[in-house]
């Protein structure tokens, strides 16, 4: 089957964090055997124009481990104009569908990853070029009340005219639908996928009695880091071995800082800055417990990847991780509760026992590896194809 993905944002190179779940998507279904292609406009700010060190480094096309994927980079010119970033980021898309097609083919599927901008570009493109569309959406915006309401009416349009409607949490999905009636009752689960790259040998022995506990995210007040350094303040105090590393960065990086300076236990927390994804699985290896002290996810991809590398998770019950977090795999606690995530932390130190690392990440295997995503997908795209082929046939 030929597949060609449409994401709203997509990783400029290899080292690019933003959007690296979509390319591991693209891998996996290449890997399982599909004919798969990227096309992919990516807007920039205004405010990097002139920034030294922030252009792009992505070439407009290249055979990306088999994948030819096309980029273009796009200022974000009209902000305040309403539809005005979506027309310019339609005209890229149509430019890098038209290149695609001339060189690979029409495509059997047209995959588009959230609605605002892409699926709704991809349901313009492809009423032109008669390919269905398979819709997958990720973003938090909409049970955060982040759109506009013409970004609203973007939304609708793309959601009705899609083939098959998939959301990466059940939480969202209910969440669509109730925002989108019309769409109530269509939205399926699909995960994301997780890469091999993070995947421990089920017969992994596991870090029992280890103390370090891991934070990855970007550092903005949704992501709940306050709460968690909060949470850890006592279990510094009590348990002198453990320690509190926090990955990323972002806007709330200084008042986290000052905060862990107020309470005392600079010396417990390291604050590690932003990491490639390639190195990601290296820190996993390194830590002993994945906490997720997010306010809202959609999904909670770093969850299902410690998961994978056998970790046992903690995290809140924001949204994504209630559909990642099985019996036996962590805990789950009420969101922005500092003293629930302390007792959650000192609850697993206290019965390290309890979680098998190799069995961990055997579970998530089974739902999260590239084939057991791949193979979810293909059948929405076989239902997709199916829809479109019966439209066509009663009009």
């Known amino acids: 089957m030929h597949i060609l993905l449409l994401p709203s944002w997509y990783p400029y190179n290899r080292e690019d964090v933003q959007g690296v779940f ?63 970033n979506y027309w310019l980021y339609r005209r890229a898309a149509r430019l890098l569908l038209q290149h695609y097609i001339e060189r690979y083919g029409k495509p059997d599927v047209l995959h588009a990853h959230s609605v605002i901008f892409g699926g709704a570009v991809a349901v313009d493109l492809a009423s032109e070029y008669g390919i269905p569309v398979v819709l997958t959406e ?8 982040r759109y506009a309401r013409w970004q609203l009416n973007l939304a609708r349009r793309g959601i009705t005219g899609a083939h098959s409607l998939i959301a990466v949490s059940p939480s969202l999905g209910e969440i669509l639908g109730k925002l ?7 939205w399926r689960w699909v995960p994301n996928v997780v890469a091999d790259r993070f995947y421990a040998p089920t017969g992994a022995s596991g870090k029992r009695g280890s103390t370090i506990f891991l934070n990855l995210a970007l550092m903005t007040e949704n992501k709940g880091q306050s709460d968690l350094v909060e949470a850890f303040r006592n279990i510094a105090q009590s348990n ?57 996810e959609t999904f909670g991809v770093v969850a299902a990847e410690a998961l994978m590398a ?5 995290a809140t019950q924001c949204g994504g991780p209630e559909c990642i977090v099985e019996d036996g795999d962590g805990i789950l606690v009420p969101v922005k509760n500092p003293g629930a995530l302390g007792a959650a932390m000192q609850e697993l130190l206290d019965n390290t026992d309890s979680f098998d690392s190799g069995s961990i990440a055997k579970r998530a295997r089974v ?7 791949a193979e979810r997908l293909t059948e929405e795209y076989r239902q997709a194809i199916k829809f479109d082929r019966n439209k066509i046939e009663s009009a």
């Open 180 to 186: 989108f009636p019309f769409s109530k009752d269509q």
């Open 240 to 296: 002198p071995a453990a320690k509190l590393w926090l990955a990323g960065d972002g806007p709330a990086r200084n008042a986290l800082e000052k905060q862990v300076s107020d309470l005392g236990i600079s010396g417990k927390v390291r604050f590690l800055g932003m990491i490639e994804p390639g190195k990601v699985p290296e820190l996993l290896e390194r830590a002993d417990v994945m906490v997720i002290s997010s306010h809202y």
């Open 367 to 373: 739902r999260f590896s590239g084939v057991a995503v």
């Open 138 to 145: 990720h973003s938090s915006g909409f049970a955060r009340n």
């Open 22 to 84: 979509f390319r591991d998507q693209a891998l996996a279904l290449f890997n399982y055997g599909h004919s798969v292609g990227v096309i992919a406009p990516r807007f920039r700010s205004l405010k990097t124009l002139f920034r030294r060190g922030d252009a792009p480094s992505a070439p407009f096309y290249e055979l990306d481990s088999g994948i030819p994927t096309y980029r273009k980079c796009l200022l974000a010119a009209l902000p305040r104009v309403p539809y005005g």
């Open 310 to 314: 056998g970790l046992p998770v903690i």
